[in-house]
């Protein structure tokens, strides 16, 4: 069941209406119900991998608790939850990238293999659930929560509709509490959170689903472009991957804000970062704080020497990478991300604060780069996103026919790029004083002239760029 689906806008009232209805003992037990139901609207049957997943973990704590002061078994409850989650994870994710990747090893010394495949369906959302069941459990096992000893609290924490295919992948401490609680009402947060949705699905719909239908074009078929077409391809997929997920956050947080519930920010104006370690601090915050927290810090973090820190620091993008997806493309795109960070600790003080012009140039600098590494994210092969490289700048010493070659990706294809900038500039002015100011709290404390005139404005602008077409899956949904 998509956010953007007429399934989900009959779905969201009901439950709404029902969470509210009953008494505040019960809610848990609603939103349990809601979310698995949401889950098994994709694949009924793999609703056993998150019940799997739930009571491993489940039972993990309760054991890490009960065994808290003999570390030998512990170690062996935790080391026994990691492998059987991150196993689920393994054989239908990853299974069929290292066959390959094992057989084209031994085939470099004629050691001719066949790989065994399995055909399976990823499930949706796995990478995120199984996350934050680990980060659950590594938690218990350092004593830094307590572990859930309600099943069906706990289910609900790890089921949770709102995020539960996409993020934000939630920390224990703040999610858990809230589903227990289960909050009064909230006028204010309600409204709010409804504002916020509208927000995330102006940004999937009026945005992400408008430029996809150019950059899918030229991604999916890359040998037939060169020069601008290939330039203008990547910036539309920069702008495209950023709203699709960061429209699937807000739609997310501004869902649990009508339950009571206050999910994490995942985006913070990341395209305006100086730096690439800024950019990771602003983008995909769930995500970049769990492999901090869970993995780079584990290895040592840059407590070991410059050396060991830069080491750590490519081990976990790299990671990073791999957890995006089975493919070469997204393991060079962490590398790329990882060595530039090395970079930056090389060249740049921790904490240096660049103004004025100074950090102008050096936001688009960090745009720029993340521009071309998202090649290698959105090309499905190394050749590809090398070709792109290569063939990017052909024919620009002739400017003119050079920046006509946009009309390669529009021809045959319905709709106009003469009208997208206005949806940039929205975009981009949103996120810069985003950058200081909640919007939505600005705008609600507004006049209600000034209020009524900001909503019918963007309403016009909504509709004007909504696409008639059938919408598309959120991108992070393979993920």
């Avoid at 290292?98 to 796995?126: E, Q, R, Y």
């Avoid at 037939?224 to 702008?239: D, H, I, Q, R, S």
């Amino acid at each position: 069941m998509l956010f953007n689906s007429w399934q989900f806008g009959v779905f969201l009232p009901i439950v709404f209406g029902l969470y509210w209805s009953v008494p505040q003992r019960f809610r848990w037990a609603l939103i349990l119900i809601a979310s698995y139901w949401f889950y098994m609207s994709w694949n009924v049957k793999y609703i056993v991998l998150i019940l799997f997943t739930t009571i491993i973990s489940y039972m993990a704590g309760i054991f890490l608790e009960r065994y808290r002061d003999n570390k030998l078994v512990k170690k062996f409850i935790l080391a026994f939850t990691l492998i059987a989650c991150l196993g689920v994870l393994f054989v239908f994710k990853y299974f069929n990238f290292f066959a390959g990747a094992v057989a084209d090893f031994l085939n470099m010394f004629a050691l001719h293999l066949h790989p065994t495949t399995l055909t399976l369906l990823l499930p949706v959302g796995i990478s995120f659930y199984t996350f934050q069941t680990l980060a659950y459990v590594i938690d218990v096992y350092r004593g830094n929560t307590k572990a859930e000893h309600h099943f069906g609290v706990y289910a609900a924490f790890i089921s949770f509709f709102p995020q539960l295919v996409a993020g934000p992948i939630e920390r224990t401490n703040n999610l858990l509490p809230q589903i227990k609680a289960a909050p009064d009402f909230n006028y204010a947060q309600a409204t709010y959170g409804m504002k916020l949705m509208t927000w995330g699905f102006f940004k999937k719909l009026a945005v992400a689903d408008v430029v996809a239908v150019y950059s899918d074009r030229v991604f999916n078929d890359v040998y037939t472009y060169k020069g601008f077409a290939l330039v203008l391809a990547m910036f539309f997929f920069t702008v495209q991957i950023y709203c699709d997920f960061s429209g699937y956050s807000d739609i997310a947080r501004g869902c649990a804000k009508l339950f009571g519930i206050d999910l994490m920010e995942n985006f913070k104006s990341p395209y305006f970062s100086a730096t690439i370690r800024e950019f990771w601090s602003r983008w995909h915050i769930s995500l970049s704080t769990w492999f901090r927290d869970y993995v780079y810090i584990p290895l040592g973090g840059n407590r070991c020497g410059k050396f060991r820190r830069n080491v750590n620091l490519m081990i976990t993008f790299i990671v990073s990478g791999l957890w995006h997806g089975a493919n070469w493309t997204f393991i060079a795109w962490g590398a790329v991300h990882g060595l530039a960070q090395v970079v930056e600790n090389a060249f740049i003080p921790k904490g240096y604060e660049p103004h004025g012009v100074r950090r102008a140039l050096r936001v688009c600098g960090v745009f720029g780069f993340c521009m071309l590494a998202w090649v290698l994210f959105r090309a499905n092969s190394i050749s590809e996103a090398l070709y792109v490289f290569a063939h990017a700048f052909d024919g620009i010493t002739g400017i003119r026919s050079y920046l006509l070659g946009y009309k390669d990706i529009t021809k045959g294809v319905s709709g106009s790029l003469r009208d997208v900038p206005i949806v940039f500039i929205v975009l981009a002015a949103y996120d810069y004083f985003l950058l200081k100011h909640d919007i939505i709290s600005w705008i609600s404390c507004r006049s209600v002239f000034l209020r009524r005139s900001v909503y019918v404005l963007f309403i016009i602008v909504f509709l004007m760029f909504l696409p008639l077409k059938r919408t598309q899956e959120f991108i992070y949904f393979q993920f």
